[in-house]
């Protein structure tokens, strides 16, 4: 069975400090795509960045980077330059040649003043 | 703006009450999705329509029935609701072409709750 495993409920980081949410998944798959999804307190889900299992380079979106280690399948979110905005819901997700989406229980984090 | 909207935002149920909770893309994409968020659980798929005219189970579907009405719409119906199914209800969609890796497109949400 495909899991997505995020192993730290709850994360604090100052502001403008970086900070690390980690991301583990189990798959046979060989092709599949990674996904961090944000969700502030509004609720809305929002698509923090990307990441395609084929590319050994490690997608990044401005402040967000992705630690993509396909060997040991893990898919960690770097935040740097911590902002107060930055707090919300974080949730990992995979997805393969499926239509569907596997997601982690997700990580919360609060960046503080 | 262009999205994903859902209606209604919040519903307060009673035990039993049927409802049916609406989502409306204008993106044109081909594949639908219901989830439900509970805490500590992440989010479940409980139905899904791969494309106009076809629907499938997720993880969760017992309790509950959808409509991909047409390419724009995909209704999800509780029949008879129990307290269990208190959550908050995400619809979304995607392109999902094969071999397309675009993210969904969330709706806002609705939070149920089943009295």
């Known amino acids: 069975a495909q899991t997505v495993t995020q192993s730290q409920p709850e994360m604090s980081v100052q502001e403008a400090e970086t900070v690390t949410l980690s991301c583990t998944y189990d798959?046979?798959?060989?092709?599949?795509?990674l996904f961090w999804y944000k969700q502030p307190p509004s609720r809305q889900m929002i698509l923090v960045i990307r990441?395609?299992?084929?590319?050994?380079q490690n997608a990044t979106e401005n402040r967000f980077s992705v630690n993509f280690q396909k060997a040991a399948k893990s898919f960690s979110l770097k935040i740097s330059d911590s902002q107060l905005g930055d707090t919300a819901m974080y949730f990992c997700a995979f997805r393969t040649g499926t239509y569907k989406y596997i997601f982690g229980t997700g990580t919360r984090l609060k960046v503080l003043a | 703006n262009a999205g994903v909207t859902q209606t209604p935002k919040f519903q307060v149920l009673k035990t039993g009450q049927s409802m049916t909770l609406q989502c409306a893309q204008d993106m044109n994409h081909n594949s639908m999705y219901w989830y439900r968020q509970d805490p500590g659980m992440g989010l479940r798929l409980i139905y899904y329509?791969?494309?106009?005219?076809?629907?499938d189970k997720g993880e969760v579907p017992n309790g509950y029935n959808v409509s991909r009405l047409n390419k724009r719409e995909f209704s999800l119906r509780l029949e008879s609701a129990a307290p269990s199914q208190t959550s908050v209800y995400f619809c979304?969609?995607?392109?999902?072409?094969?071999?397309?890796?675009?993210?969904?497109?969330f709706g806002s949400g609705t939070r149920l709750t089943v009295v």
């Open positions: 990441q395609e299992a084929y590319k050994q």
């Open positions: 798959t046979s798959e060989n092709n599949y795509y």
């Open positions: 979304a969609s995607s392109e999902a072409r094969t071999g397309a890796h675009d993210g969904y497109t």
């Open positions: 329509s791969a494309s106009e005219g076809t629907t």
